[in-house]
């Protein structure tokens, strides 16, 4: 049984580590379009730019897993096309790599501003892989100008960085607030106290007209309003879109993803598809998850159903963010909400907004209160039932529940 996986990232390791531990005879390459072993993503617009972690930290094994595991990896290796009929990857060198299961683990792409009002100046960054992260470091100076257009996760965890090592920020919201599509307004109120109490500039409601530039180099932006922002280099977080490109072109289903089935099956069934680019059912609707937990859980889930068995993948989601000081965790998809209730942690300045549709208990932003979120994670995972009337209550021990 040979196995090949398309992407060498969070999702593509965990199903090469799990079905080398499930089957100590099956066949396994890894195509990789990366010059570097697979490595961590999160970490490089966290602790990896800090410089609090080495990039060895960072990778997700240790350059010599591979082969005493007889895990292939092929690096700076991309797939050109996908044979379904022969069960063959082509690479862009020409060779031929048959399979019995093929992995899509193709991720997903950084959006970028159109060229055509300075998106591709060479002084506008994206933050999605190794090289992003050492231009930004490079970058990142005490006394120069950063723009961040884009008032997302990705985005003020670059200005947090940024800030920190004594660059002037500001951050450029279209929406009427950042962090508008992921969070509540409770929660983008403390992140937005947050950065501006370390000197962070949040522009919300801003539209970016154009980048300006001077000889080939962006240094500042202008806003629909005439407003002209100054910087030295630009960073976009903008969103990213799934890579379905190889997909498309084999002739699989796809829509906003790569679709697949509980199994994480694609329209074709000895293909497979995991991480950033999988479009799979949740709750009656078909969603992406941009998360490490979603990527490193598939993977696990993909290797059983390779080997034979048809497991279903019933995601908990939960994510993280660290900016400044802070550490937002957060268990479950607030998707649908209507109430958001807030509780104080037991630690002093901890809190956590808790989101409910209905009577229904759907996710939690815990704000450096870690207690709160392994309770909310627990809660989830078990379906336990927790009310509303009960989030209120600071008496109330979610512990009971348990």
């Not at 120069?144 to 200005?159: D, F, H, Q």
């Not at 109430?339 to 989101?355: M, N």
Request: aromatic share 6%; hydrophobic share 40%.
């Amino acid at each position: 049984m040979k196995t090949v996986i398309i992407g060498g990232s969070h999702a593509g390791l965990s199903l090469a580590a799990q079905l080398r531990h499930l089957s100590p005879d099956a066949e396994i390459t890894i195509v990789s379009a990366d010059a570097e072993p697979p490595y961590q993503r999160p970490p490089l617009s966290k602790g990896y730019m800090s410089g609090k972690v080495t990039f060895e930290q960072v990778l997700l094994r240790p350059e010599d897993w591979y082969e005493p595991n007889r895990i292939e990896l092929l690096k700076g290796a991309r797939a050109e096309a996908v044979d379904r009929k022969d069960k063959l990857v082509v690479l862009d060198d020409d060779r031929h790599i048959s399979y019995d299961a093929l992995v899509l683990a193709t991720g997903a792409r950084p959006r970028r501003l159109p060229a055509e009002i300075g998106g591709n100046l060479p002084n506008v960054y994206v933050m999605r892989d190794h090289g992003d992260a050492l231009k930004l470091i490079e970058r990142m100076k005490e006394g120069r100008k950063l723009v961040v257009i884009g008032g997302g996760y990705i985005g003020l965890e670059a200005a947090s960085e940024a800030a920190k090592k004594g660059v002037s920020v500001t951050v450029i919201e279209a929406a009427d607030r950042i962090l508008k599509r992921v969070a509540s307004a409770e929660t983008a109120d403390d992140i937005r106290a947050l950065h501006q109490g370390h000197g962070v500039t949040i522009l919300e409601n801003a539209q970016l007209h154009e980048i300006h530039e001077t000889n080939g180099i962006a240094d500042g932006v202008i806003l629909a309003d005439d407003r002209v922002i100054p910087a030295d280099f630009i960073i976009t977080g903008i969103g990213v879109y799934p890579d379905t490109a190889l997909a498309e072109a084999a002739g699989l289903t796809y829509n906003n993803g790569i679709v697949v089935n509980e199994r994480l099956e694609t329209s074709d069934p000895s293909i497979y598809a995991i991480g950033d680019c999988a479009s799979f059912p949740y709750r009656g609707t078909m969603i992406r998850l941009e998360s490490v937990q979603n990527a490193n859980d598939m993977g696990v889930v993909v290797a059983h159903n390779v080997l034979g068995e048809a497991r279903s993948y019933k995601p908990v989601p939960w994510f993280w963010s660290d900016q400044f000081e802070l550490k937002l965790q957060i268990a479950g998809l607030n998707t649908g909400f209507d109430h958001v209730i807030t509780r104080k942690g037991l630690r002093e300045g901890a809190k956590s907004h808790f989101y409910f549709k209905g009577d229904e208990f759907l996710a939690a932003d815990c704000l450096n209160d870690g207690a709160a979120y392994m309770m909310a994670r627990k809660i989830l995972e078990g379906g336990k039932v927790l009310t509303r009337e009960q989030v209120a209550d600071p008496g109330f021990n979610m512990k009971s529940l348990l």
